[in-house]
């Protein structure tokens, strides 16, 4: 083997070896701070598992029995139903690394990629989800009219793409979802509230969600001091910019409050980060991917508010 040879032989065995366990750590990382549904929502872990579909069991509650003397007693018939969930959506994010760029450029264009890969692909993952709510309260998955979700003024009138009829978020509307999600039996932990940065806006401008007379926090700990707003109702507060739209009404976002078993996320390959040199192109290719499915379980646990954007 020629002087020559080896030292690429080496190179391309450094390349597929090292560079790319490094990268996926911190792609990983970033993709981890990145997402903000996919955390909120029932997780089930089939990373390595085979196969296309998850069968997701959603059983109906049972009833105590009053136990007579003497008496077998009353045994409960199985019950529920099989959800499945396809494991369809592979993702990815592509760049070539020009070899003039990777010998000029300093060590930060490394972490710039792999933040980048990470948000990118996160995103990806946090849209499929948002848009799974579509399915909540009598909604037609994909329909892009979000027929299920209800007006921020009240939490009661249903949203019409046609006319837009969206209104800012207010205490009213989030007191009756409370009210719904406690009428369907959704326990009272592991409630969230996803807004974007519109009505983050607007709740911060009720004095019943900010102000000391109210919420009794004082000095630092008070909303209006440090800018923080993380629970209403017991329900935790969250933002994202990343909340979807209708087909029509662009103007409008759909906000999300929901119970944790609304919506499941089975996660087959997590964040991955693998190079190839293309000596073609005298570049590394970079390929960041993940493989995952999900869809709504829990149709009465999960509420799409129609909001300004």
Not at 82 to 93: E, K, M, S
Not at 127 to 151: K, M, N, P, S
Not at 241 to 246: F, V
Not at 255 to 277: D, E, G, N
Request: proline share 3%.
């Amino acid at each position: 083997m020629s002087y020559l040879s080896e030292m690429v032989t080496k190179a391309e065995s450094a390349t597929q070896q090292v560079i790319p366990e490094i990268w996926s750590d911190e792609i990983q990382a970033a993709y981890k701070n990145s997402l903000v549904l996919a955390n909120l929502v029932k997780q089930l872990n089939v990373v390595g598992q085979k196969g296309d579909i998850v069968n997701v069991p959603v059983m109906t509650r049972g009833a105590a029995t009053a136990k007579s003397a003497e008496a077998e007693v009353t045994t409960i018939a199985g019950g529920g139903t099989g959800l499945a969930v396809n494991l369809d959506q592979h993702w990815h994010y592509a760049r070539l690394i020009e070899d003039i760029a990777a010998k000029q450029a300093s060590t930060a264009m490394r972490s710039f990629y792999t933040d980048d890969a990470g948000y990118a692909l996160a995103k990806a993952v946090d849209t499929f989800l948002a848009d799974r709510f579509e399915a909540a309260t009598g909604g037609t998955l994909d329909a892009d009219e979000w027929a299920g979700a209800v007006i921020g003024s009240n939490g009661s009138t249903a949203f019409n793409d046609a006319s837009d009829n969206s209104a800012a978020i207010t205490d009213a509307a989030i007191r009756k979802i409370v009210e719904n999600l406690d009428e369907v039996d959704a326990p009272q932990s592991q409630r969230y509230l996803v807004v974007p940065p519109s009505a983050r806006n607007t709740l911060m401008g009720l004095a019943r969600f900010t102000e000391q007379a109210f919420v009794g926090e004082v000095g630092s700990s008070n909303t209006i001091r440090n800018g923080r707003l993380g629970n209403v109702y017991g329900v935790e507060l969250f933002v994202s910019s990343n909340l979807p739209s209708p087909d029509t009404a662009t103007t409008v976002k759909i906000a999300l409050m929901f119970h944790k078993s609304a919506v499941v996320l089975c996660q087959q390959m997590k964040p991955r980060i693998q190079t190839q040199y293309q000596l073609n192109a005298l570049a590394d290719l970079l390929v960041g991917d993940t493989i995952f499915g999900g869809r709504m379980v829990r149709i009465d646990a999960g509420y799409g508010i129609a909001v300004p954007g």
